[in-house]
C-alpha cells in the first residue's frame, strides 16, 4: 500500500482557482497510476480526474474537462489537481487515491487513499 496525504483545499469564490496536492510514501510511486475523486455532500463519490503511472495519459469526467488539470510529479512523489474557473458546483471533499495499474477511472480498482481536503467554492 502506499500512503496518501491531500493538500491545498480550501474556500475560493466563484471563477477562481486552487492546486490540490497529494503526496505518496511508503512504495515505488511510478507502479501507480493516480486519482482524484470527489464527494459533495449527501451526493457519492464520483470520477474527476486520473493519470497512467508513465504520466503520459489523463482522463477527466466531463464535468471538469478544460478546467482542471492533473500531473504528477515521480522525482517528489506527488500529484496535483489544477482546479480553474471553480464553479460552486465543485465544492466537496476531494481525495486522492493510487491503483497499482497503468491507468485506472474505476473507484474499486484504487487501494489506497487519502484522508481527503475540504473544497468550498461560493458564488
Known amino acids: 500500500q502506499v500512503q496518501l496525504v491531500e493538500s491545498g483545499g480550501g474556500l475560493v469564490q466563484a471563477g477562481g482557482s486552487l492546486r490540490l496536492s497529494c503526496a505518496a510514501s511508503g512504495r515505488t510511486f511510478s507502479n501507480y497510476a493516480m486519482g482524484w475523486f470527489r464527494q459533495a455532500p449527501g451526493k457519492e463519490r464520483e470520477f474527476v480526474a486520473a493519470?497512467?503511472?508513465?504520466?503520459?495519459?489523463?482522463r477527466y469526467a466531463a464535468s471538469v474537462k478544460g478546467r482542471f488539470t492533473m500531473s504528477r510529479d515521480d522525482a517528489n512523489n506527488t500529484v496535483y489537481l489544477q482546479m480553474n474557473s471553480l464553479k460552486p458546483e465543485d465544492t466537496a471533499v476531494y481525495y486522492c487515491a493510487a491503483a497499482r495499474l497503468p491507468f485506472s477511472n474505476y473507484p474499486t480498482e484504487f487501494g489506497s487513499w487519502g484522508q481527503g481536503t475540504r473544497v468550498t467554492v461560493s458564488s
Open positions: 493519470i497512467s503511472w508513465s504520466g503520459g495519459s489523463t
